[in-house]
């Protein structure tokens, strides 16, 4: 199996520092965008954890005898115990947590695992899917057919997340199996980009581009509309099965 990929990450703005945190590791098939909450520093501290720790878990020895499924939630557990209890060792970190989103690709196939808001797509010429469901309270009132896309987009108030990695010491993730096919690219981001760049306009930057371009186009965008939030793209692009 081969593949190839590239990540870029910008502070965005309006923000001092980038609580974004993101990983590639080829070798362990493992791709992880996380976006930090809880103040200057815990956001930051939460975030570096978590990917820490998923690499810890799905890279252990042992991770052979687990389902893929069954790693990623560890992984997520293992995370969210951590941080939580790093937590309430120091009184700055209170309250931290983070979003996180990954791809783990084993056995020809590809594992997307989320909490929070930062987002996977798949994009197959010349269209794209969001392939993940945020747990925000925007989305929820969504869902439950309180607020249109439309009206949510000029809503108040939509970086409020519902689920997010360490806010709580146990967290529960979904995890979606997908066989993959030649060509097919994965989109992993916080909302620093989804937030900014619409999913037309996504689109239209993978249609556009050379896949070495897209997350600098990516970034480019996100800055030009405004650039509220921190903002990390990864892209993984499946090059041979």
């Not at 878990?57 to 005898?65: D, I, L, Q, S, Y």
């Not at 979003?99 to 197959?124: F, P, Q």
Request: proline letters at 2%; aromatic letters at 8%.
């Amino acid at each position: 199996m081969r593949f190839q990929s590239w990540c870029l990450s910008d502070k965005g703005l309006k923000r001092e520092g980038n609580q974004d945190s993101f990983l590639i590791d080829e070798r362990l098939g493992l791709f992880i965008v996380a976006d930090g909450v809880g103040g200057h520093q815990g956001g930051e501290v939460a975030s570096a954890i978590a990917v820490e720790t998923v690499r810890e878990v799905v890279g252990h020895p042992k991770a052979g005898r687990f389902t893929p499924k069954e790693v990623l939630y560890q992984a997520y557990e293992e995370a969210s115990h951590r941080i939580f209890d790093r937590a309430n060792q120091d009184i700055k970190l209170n309250g931290m947590g983070t979003t996180m989103v990954m791809g783990y690709i084993r056995e020809n196939k590809i594992y997307i695992a989320n909490v929070g808001d930062s987002r996977s797509y798949l994009y197959r010429k010349p269209y794209i899917w969001q392939m993940t469901e945020d747990h925000s309270l925007i989305n929820e009132q969504i869902r439950l057919g309180l607020l249109t896309e439309e009206q949510a987009h000029k809503t108040i108030g939509k970086n409020v997340i519902t689920r997010s990695v360490g806010f709580e010491r146990d967290v529960f993730p979904d995890v979606i199996e997908r066989e993959f096919s030649v060509g097919d690219v994965f989109l992993f981001c916080s909302d620093g980009l989804s937030g900014m760049v619409d999913d037309q306009l996504m689109c239209q930057i993978f249609n556009q581009n050379p896949m070495d371009k897209v997350t600098p186009k990516m970034i480019e965008h996100a800055l030009a509309n405004g650039g509220d939030d921190n903002v990390t793209v990864l892209v993984l692009q499946i090059q041979d099965v």
